[in-house]
């Protein structure tokens, strides 16, 4: 199957991530929020963030014009009718997306695969929600999508081969390098990242060390770009919350355990540099 059409619903910066990717790589994009006021504003972002490509010489005018002209905004989800393949990426809560799929199902032509940007989340669950739970996959991207090379592609158990080689064909068209992964929770990479972000939480509770010197250490120790405590914050305290609690319910490892210090920081509001406070201060 070839993808030629692409639907991303979701007005974050997942969805005008995968938007950018897509449209760069020539395929026509309809991007899809609740209402048209925040279509229109991914759009705009869009145009913004090609325009700074521009001026840094990353990309021709030419080029920046071109993909954006592949883009349409709208709030309505009859405009995805035409679409070879949906990305839905909204808010990590089943009770959201089960309901999407089985509209999405309703809309979109028979052929058309429906994909989840899930992160943690049983991909089995939206499949089944459809008629056509052969056609439905995961095709998760990483933050930022312009600039993060992986993408994981989940195959649920009823997912067709040729469904997964057509998703699989897509991220190498944008440029990717997608790796193929079993419908399991947290996939490959939040299932190995989240135990250590959580112990680097738990390290801070127990007073091993300071937030600094722990980050310290593992960008000294390790060569990691990020310490541990920073990343929290960069994903998001809810966001890795909800992350946890969805692997520790798969896994029941005491390794996904969230520590309460992480649930408590949710609680209160300081969830990192989205809100200007987390395991560090943003406002300064």
Known sequence: MTIQRVGILGSGIMGSGIAEV???????V?????????????RDGLEKSLGKQVERGKLDQSDAEATLARVTATDHLGDLVDCDLVIESVVEDLEVKLPLFSELDSICKPEAILA???????????????????????????N??????????????????????????????CGKSPVR????????????????????ARMLENGTA?????????KGGCNFPMGPLALLDLVGLDTSLS??????EEFRDPNYAAVPSLRRMVSAGHLGRKSGTGFYDYNK
């Open 243 to 248: 992350i946890l609690d969805a692997l520790y």
């Open 144 to 173: 930022p999508a312009p600039m993060m090379s992986l993408v994981e592609v989940i195959a649920p158990l009823t997912a067709s081969e040729e469904t997964i080689t057509a998703a699989v064909s897509f991220a190498e068209a």
């Open 30 to 42: 309809v991007l899809r929020s609740r209402s048209q006021s925040s279509a229109d504003a991914m």
């Open 22 to 28: 897509a449209a760069k790589a020539g395929v026509d």
């Open 116 to 142: 989840t940007n899930t992160s943690t989340l049983p991909v089995i669950e939206m499949a089944v929600a459809t008629n056509r739970p052969e056609q439905v996959c995961g095709v998760h991207f990483f």
């Open 210 to 218: 300071s937030a600094e010197d722990i980050d310290t250490a593992m």
């Open 181 to 200: 992964v079993k419908d399991r929770a947290g996939f490959i990479v939040n299932a190995l990242l989240f135990p250590y972000l959580n112990n680097a």
